[in-house]
């Protein structure tokens, strides 16, 4: 039985209700209860971008049993079938959902009924407690490719074929927004556990626990269209500041304040510019109380206006685990400000200290958790989101329990709370926020989130993994990536082939969206408090200066590009929080009809004008490198012109990695020529 409304299609029968959405331009929302009403979840869609001029929406009843419901660029068609099943005895009723383009191209289509197979496009098994496990199979586009989902690690360029786990993991974010290159871009709508296959006979999604089933599909003749469609209804990316544009510097760990002033003032004596340091983990006496251990530093509000005086922003890590020791715990505990775990002990986590987890999806945890460090942390207005998958002892999901409902049915969307309430309270404080964090999912885009691709090795394989990572990432509607240069686990500063990795990580990064480096150098420092108890160790130095002097001067004259590079930056950063797309793209963000770009996974633009060549393997001297379209690209080293649709051999010289940009683009090649002080590199 259909029922018809302005700008939506409703099917009832036989326990199930299936109801279609206009959302946004060329856009349409799909959601599916058995025996129930449709929820109006808001997880990453914002209610306010369903309206749509009425001019673009149609209904259509070309026949008994059909309604297609039409928005500017795609139309959902909803066939209502009847037919007599006789292992039952009785007729059966059932709707049919496809989705085209106004070209009559199928994007999306749910599989039949296969005959005698009698299989379910939307199977609902009952769980214990009234949800279900649902899955959702589909037909595949093919030809096609597919790009976004988030951060996997792995330099897969296209995602055809791929099965990906829905759920975050320290150096995994499970964003479930994929584009295709047949013209649609498809949201699972659902913060659950579960796994998306990308199969070549059937695309399925499914979600471990939930109480319907909810995905929006829009139309689009290029990616960047897509991409400008899906954060028109998930939000942007807020205007990027001008303090974070240029290098951030990081180690594990800064542990005391005389340490991190001596590291900033040498930045400042040496004349490499330094937008950001950072203060890393357990500079806190407890884990949980969110502000910093005296005996370690004394004054940090006195040394955030220091930084600042110079040009540098101080950033400080906060952790959601709440030891029980903490000053804290007592108050987030009695508040049921606390994750749960529905089996027993409540530790879970015990890293230096049997810990809980703050409850993100509960609100009044996350201005709780907002309001104690601004008023913990005077002066500092950016803060390192860290452990935000989140990441627990043992990824068990069946144990543990949000304010929001089951980890099972809605632990995903933990990151986006994460950086909300500290988008949220920055704002309301007249902070412009910019928060680095672990972990996003869809939507987290519009709190302002710079997602960095967690503890990684430091090995040639993962620098390779981070080129398709950011892509993806951006893809998935995320434009702000960065990574540990060098890598976080490994490296040792003593060992010659590090100092490679790391070199060839720097040069790489310095095209990334943020510039940051970080890492868990050996050979290790311990530190002892003043009681002579042991704390937290750290990490070797991890200065541009503490690689030896070429090192220094490589790292030096990229730092100082970065800096030259900022009108160009700061311009495709605008682009992004007016259009949504990425910083770091893809080739077939720009050149979707070259069947190439869609396959290169070691080639990233930054913006629409750089092309950048990263040497990806020890000891390379030269690598091919494809030059997309029919235009002409320069290579900054040389300043050689050369044809696009082809693959040219270009040497790679130590100081620096292949960079071409586009001929007629916005950024001139001269801007590699000479590096400060007329130091050639």
Not at 287 to 316: C, I, N
Not at 434 to 458: H, K, M, P, T, Y
Not at 585 to 605: C, I, K, P, Q, V
Request: proline letters at 6%; charged letters at 20%; hydrophobic letters at 40%.
């Amino acid at each position: 039985m259909f029922t018809v409304t302005n700008g939506s299609v409703e099917w009832t029968g036989e326990g199930q209700t299936i109801r279609v959405d206009v959302w946004g331009r060329d856009s349409l929302r799909v959601r599916a209860v058995a025996q129930g009403d449709i929820i109006d979840h808001n997880y990453a869609l914002l209610p306010e971008a369903r309206a749509v001029p009425s001019t673009d929406v149609a209904v259509e009843t070309p026949e008994p049993g059909m309604v297609i419901l039409g928005n500017g660029a795609i139309r959902a068609q909803l066939n209502e079938v009847c037919d007599f099943q006789e292992s039952l005895g009785r007729s059966r009723w059932r709707c049919h959902v496809r989705i085209e383009n106004a070209a009559g191209r199928v994007l999306v289509n749910e599989i039949g009924d296969g005959g005698a197979l009698d299989v379910r496009a939307r199977h609902f098994r009952q769980l214990s407690g009234g949800d279900y496990r649902v899955t959702a199979s589909f037909e595949t586009a093919t030809p096609e490719h597919l790009v976004g989902m988030g951060e996997y690690q792995q330099h897969l360029p296209d995602l055809k074929g791929a099965t990906l786990e829905l759920a975050h993991r320290n150096s995994q974010a499970s964003v479930p927004f994929v584009v295709s290159s047949a013209g649609y871009g498809f949201l699972w709508h659902n913060p659950g556990i579960g796994r998306v296959t990308f199969a070549t006979n059937v695309t399925q999604w499914v979600a471990e626990q939930t109480d319907q089933l909810d995905y929006w599909v829009t139309a689009g003749d290029s990616p960047a269209k897509i991409l400008e469609q899906y954060t028109a209804v998930t939000g942007r990316a807020p205007e990027f500041p001008e303090y974070g544009l240029g290098y951030w510097q990081c180690k594990l760990r800064y542990w005391n304040q005389e340490q991190l002033e001596r590291v900033a003032g040498e930045f400042n004596e040496k004349k490499i510019p330094l937008d950001v340091i950072i203060a890393d983990f357990f500079h806190w006496p407890h884990m949980g109380d969110y502000r910093f251990d005296p005996e370690f530093w004394p004054s940090p509000a006195s040394m955030v206006q220091t930084l600042r005086d110079h040009g540098t922003e101080l950033m400080v890590s906060v952790w959601p685990q709440v030891s029980f020791s903490s000053e804290n715990y007592a108050k987030l505990s009695g508040s049921n400000f606390l994750v749960r775990s529905t089996a027993g002990s409540q530790e879970l986590m015990a890293f230096q200290e049997p810990a809980s987890l703050i409850d993100m999806t509960n609100p009044h945890a996350r201005q709780f958790l907002w309001e104690t460090c601004h008023q913990n942390y005077p002066g500092v207005r950016m803060f390192w989101l860290d452990e935000a998958e989140p990441e627990f002892g043992a990824y068990d999901y069946e144990a543990y329990r949000y304010h929001a409902g089951p980890a099972l049915k809605v632990s995903n969307i933990y990151p986006q709370r994460y950086a909300q309430a500290f988008f949220e309270g920055a704002t309301a404080a007249g902070i412009t926020p910019l928060n680095l964090i672990r972990c996003a999912w869809a939507g987290s885009q519009r709190f302002g989130a710079v997602v960095w691709s967690g503890d990684i090795q430091s090995t040639w394989e993962a620098l390779r993994n981070q080129i398709a990572i950011g892509i993806h990432l951006g893809m998935a509607g995320i434009p702000w990536f960065t990574t540990d240069i060098g890598g976080f686990h490994g490296g040792d500063v003593r060992d010659p082939n590090f100092v490679e990795l790391l070199l060839r990580w720097f040069e790489c990064a310095t095209y990334f969206p943020v510039m940051r480096m970080h890492g868990d150098r050996r050979p290790f420092e311990n530190v002892v408090g003043g009681d002579g108890t042991p704390r937290l160790r750290s990490g070797a130095a991890n200065e541009p200066w503490a690689f030896g002097r070429e090192a220094q001067r490589i790292m030096t004259w990229h730092i100082h590009l970065r800096q030259k590079l900022r009108p160009y930056l700061r311009r495709t950063f605008h682009e992004a929080h007016t259009t949504g797309l990425p910083v770091m793209r893809g080739l077939f963000l720009h050149y979707s009809d070259d069947e190439r770009a869609w396959l290169t996974n070691d080639e990233f633009m930054l913006g629409r004008d750089v092309l950048v060549a990263p040497a990806l393997a020890p000891r390379t001297h030269s690598r091919l490198v494809y030059l997309p379209g029919n235009e002409n690209w320069v290579e900054t080293n040389t300043e050689r012109h050369y044809r696009g649709g082809d693959s040219i051999e270009v040497e790679i010289p130590p100081e620096g990695i292949p960079t071409f940009v586009r001929e007629r683009g916005s950024i001139t090649p001269t801007l590699w020529r000479h590096a400060p002080h007329g130091q050639k590199i």
